[in-house]
């Protein structure tokens, strides 16, 4: 009796665990209060092309808090995600990329920059979403050929074949697509010539020891080699050795993205370090 009770009781009771949900209710609540008082902040990795020519860039969502806390979003999206609050926050993302990416189309420098926002399924999924693409393109004046939504494998789980058929909306209007973090996750190689792609993003953990490793190099290549024959760009990320550029580059990389060439900032500090004259400031 004593033994049942004292192992059985956590099924009832567990402080721990009640600690933890109460976290997760007051964090869900600070990003519903946050996303009002405008406490999400988009930062702006740069892309490269193997010549070094600045193609490009990644918007990167980072949360200030009123607590002044800096936070990132693998502190928050998988919240965001399970709450719901990722389409509300999707959306705003979307608004303040495109409203970058008319700015832009003033400046020399920047405005045949590519905009890459990353897309949770979940917003992809969620109602209304390609015509809420529409509008904001609409609205802000942004060239949906410029913007290019990042997936992640998750969109092979279940349901593509509507998932095909909203990328297949989208890229109706113009919008790209690319597949984020590919390597990690459950791509089914026979769906991926299903999807509407442009691009295949390799996982920084792939390239992170591709310089150091040869165990690694020959994933590197076959990801390289399937994308080629799929006619798809290659963006490797986490770039941040001479040495894993090189070789990225000699494997036939197209784009590239990394601390080595440039480290995510605020969009602000990104148009600035960039730019040739002024961008307008909306
Ligand atoms: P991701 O899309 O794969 O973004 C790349 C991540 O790698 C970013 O982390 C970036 O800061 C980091 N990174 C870039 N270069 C290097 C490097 O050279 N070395 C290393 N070690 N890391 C590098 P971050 O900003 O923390 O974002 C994490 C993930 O959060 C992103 O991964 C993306 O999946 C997600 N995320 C970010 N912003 C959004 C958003 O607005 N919406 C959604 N749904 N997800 C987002
Ligand atoms: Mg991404
Ligand atoms: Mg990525
Ligand atoms: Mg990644």
């Known amino acids: ?12 009771f567990d402080p721990c665990m009640q600690a933890a949900a109460e976290h997760q209710a007051m964090l869900e609540l600070a990003m519903r209060e946050g996303l009002l008082a405008r406490q999400f ?7 490269f092309d193997t010549r070094g020519r600045l193609v490009g860039a990644e918007v990167l969502v980072r ?22 609050l990722i389409v509300p926050l999707g959306q705003y993302v979307l608004e303040e990329a495109c409203h970058a990416l008319a700015r832009w189309q003033d400046d020399h420098s920047l405005r045949e920059l590519e905009l890459a926002v990353n897309v949770s399924v979940r917003q992809l999924r969620s109602a209304n979403f ?20 990042e997936l992640t494998e998750s969109v092979f789980a279940e ?16 919008v790209q697509f ?3 973090d590919f390597g990690t996750g459950y791509s089914s190689l026979s769906y991926l010539k299903r999807f509407p792609l442009t691009a295949l ?56 993205q990394g601390y080595l060439l ?20 909306a």
């Not at 902040?41 to 892309?47: D, N």
């Not at 020891?209 to 798809?232: E, M, T, W």
């Open 178 to 180: 690319s597949l984020d």
């Open 262 to 281: 440039g480290k995510p900032m605020p969009i602000s500090e990104f148009e600035q370090m960039y730019s040739s004259g002024c961008v307008g400031h």
């Open 1 to 12: 009796q004593a033994k049942s009770h004292g192992r059985n009781s956590s099924r009832f």
């Open 201 to 256: 993003k390799i996982d920084r953990a792939f390239v992170h020891d591709v310089h150091v490793n040869p165990d690694a190099v020959p994933i590197v290549k076959a990801i390289i080699a399937l994308a080629r024959s799929l006619k798809l760009e290659i963006v490797a990320e986490g770039v941040e050795h001479e040495a894993q550029r090189n070789f990225l580059i000699d494997s036939g990389c197209n784009t590239l």
């Open 41 to 47: 902040v988009l930062f702006c990795q740069p892309q």
């Open 130 to 149: 390609t015509e809420k693409v529409a509008d904001i393109l609409l609205e802000t004046g942004a060239r949906a050929s410029k913007l290019c939504l």
């Open 63 to 84: 949360w200030y808090r009123s607590n002044g806390e800096i936070l990132s979003p693998d502190e928050f999206i998988g919240l965001a995600e399970s709450s719901g």
């Open 159 to 174: 349901n593509v074949a509507e998932t095909v058929e909203r990328m297949d909306e989208l890229c109706g209007h113009g």
